[in-house]
């Protein structure tokens, strides 16, 4: 595994969607220095707008925290997709 994982921070509201199981899609094997591909599988609940959240981050909080300037894997990445259902 990879030091780095993008971890879900916001699941949205919880009435129009639900968190499902992570689905690997990419196996790695026996290799070093490899990341699994990884479908993370939500389901529509009811008719609404909610907001996704991930962050870029060091897998096991390895980060001091308190930089002005974080370090690449120290949640200096988010990725928000906006999420309609209808």
């Known amino acids: 595994m990879t030091a780095w994982t993008w971890a879900l921070t916001s699941a949205g509201d919880g009435a129009v969607v639900r968190q ?6 990419d196996p790695c094997g026996g290799s070093t220095g490899c990341s699994p591909g ?7 609940l009811a ?5 996704l959240t991930w962050e870029f981050r060091v897998r096991g909080g390895n980060c001091t925290g308190g930089e002005v300037q974080p370090a690449p894997g120290c949640g200096s990445v988010t990725k928000s997709i906006q999420v309609t259902v209808r």
């Open 20 to 25: 499902g199981p992570d689905v690997v899609i």
């Open 38 to 44: 990884i479908d993370q599988t939500f389901t529509a």
């Open 47 to 51: 008719p609404g707008t909610t907001t």
